[in-house]
């Protein structure tokens, strides 16, 4: 019998300090360690199923953290960057919208901005040939003029101006009246005045008697000359200042020119202006009319 109770109270004993502190101790720290064996696997699982499955697949729809979004990240970032506009595209902020107009002011003017750019250009390209071609063929005459053996004529530049000369006459036809008048009046010579204009040669000179005062010999008041050859229809490129000269020298003697000695007008002298307003007005005329060629007879 007291076998029997000892035993049963090691049994006792054997449960209590066994079987409750193992359960209790099981339930405590081994179900911890179960539960965390199965997040474990549980983890391991899912990271498994994960790995499973490729990129971009259903299981990518919601990335995990970490390395999940590191990976997504750079194959997101050319995406969801908005496109860049094109350099020049109208409308782009700080883009060609801006830029347009300042390009094309660096770009210079268009046509019309050209043409008239040009058109401004121009005349003055064109005065500055026709200056040299103009003071190429002046210097040549005068060349020409200085190496005249009979001194039919002499230059003098007014004011130094190679556009401005005072040409003397110092001889005309030995037979004519008028030479007689030149010998009487101790006159050694015929002053004219020849201005040439910018596009000479190819414009005549203005060529207007200064002094003695002359009557006749198609000499007009104030010293205005009625030649074609002086005229737009009449001149040629070709003339020298010797052959209109020349021709005037003839002029004067045909038209029977002599030095004038009335009382109080031979000393007066003549006007350019006047000369100016007689040869318009003598061009006009000859323009309307014609210019009279003289008879044979006549020389």
């Known amino acids: 019998?007291?076998?029997?109770?000892?035993?049963?109270?090691?049994?006792?004993?054997?449960?209590?300090?066994?079987?409750?502190?193992?359960?209790?101790?099981?339930?405590?720290?081994?179900?911890?360690q179960q539960s965390a064996s199965l997040r474990g696997k549980g983890g391991a699982k899912s990271s498994g199923h994960k790995q499973q499955h490729p990129?971009?697949?259903?299981?990518?729809?919601?990335?995990?953290?970490?390395?999940?979004?590191?990976?997504?990240?750079?194959?997101?970032?050319?995406?969801?960057?908005?496109?860049?506009?094109?350099a020049g595209a109208a409308g782009a902020p700080g883009g060609g919208g801006p830029r347009e107009p300042a390009?094309?002011?660096?770009a210079g003017p268009g046509p019309t901005g050209a043409a008239a750019a040009s058109g401004s250009l121009m005349p003055v390209a064109r005065q500055q040939h026709c200056t040299q071609v103009r003071s190429r063929r002046l210097m040549k005459e005068l060349q020409?003029?200085?190496?005249?053996?009979?001194?039919?004529?002499?230059?003098?530049?007014?004011?130094?101006?190679?556009?401005?000369?005072?040409?003397?006459?110092?001889q005309v036809d030995k037979d004519s009246v008028l030479w007689q008048d030149m010998k009487e009046t101790n006159t050694?010579?015929?002053?004219?005045?020849?201005?040439?204009?910018?596009?000479?040669?190819?414009?005549?000179p203005f060529m207007r008697v200064l002094s003695p005062r002359l009557e006749n010999g198609y000499v007009l008041d104030g010293g205005a000359i009625c030649m074609e050859l002086l005229t737009p229809r009449g001149w040629s490129s070709a003339y020298t200042v010797e052959?209109?000269?020349?021709?005037?020298?003839?002029?004067?003697?045909?038209?029977?020119?002599?030095i004038?000695?009335?009382?109080?007008?031979?000393?007066?002298?003549?006007s350019r202006k006047e000369a100016e307003a007689t040869f318009k007005s003598l061009v006009k005329t000859h323009e309307k009319y014609g210019w009279v060629t003289p008879p044979v007879s006549d020389g």
């Open 103 to 106: 390009t094309g002011a660096r």
């Open 243 to 258: 052959a209109v000269m020349r021709q005037f020298a003839a002029s004067l003697v045909k038209g029977q020119g002599r």
């Open 1 to 32: 019998m007291a076998t029997l109770l000892r035993k049963i109270g090691l049994i006792r004993l054997h449960n209590r300090d066994t079987e409750d502190p193992k359960h209790h101790h099981n339930h405590r720290g081994g179900g911890g």
């Open 260 to 270: 004038c000695r009335k009382a109080g007008k031979s000393k007066k002298s003549f």
């Open 144 to 170: 020409d003029i200085a190496r005249l053996s009979d001194r039919f004529i002499s230059v003098e530049l007014v004011d130094e101006s190679l556009f401005d000369w005072n040409v003397k006459l110092h």
């Open 55 to 86: 990129p971009g697949g259903s299981g990518d729809a919601s990335p995990g953290p970490g390395k999940g979004k590191g990976k997504r990240a750079p194959e997101l970032a050319p995406r969801d960057k908005p496109p860049q506009p094109a």
């Open 188 to 204: 050694e010579f015929i002053l004219l005045n020849l201005t040439f204009p910018d596009n000479f040669p190819f414009s005549p």
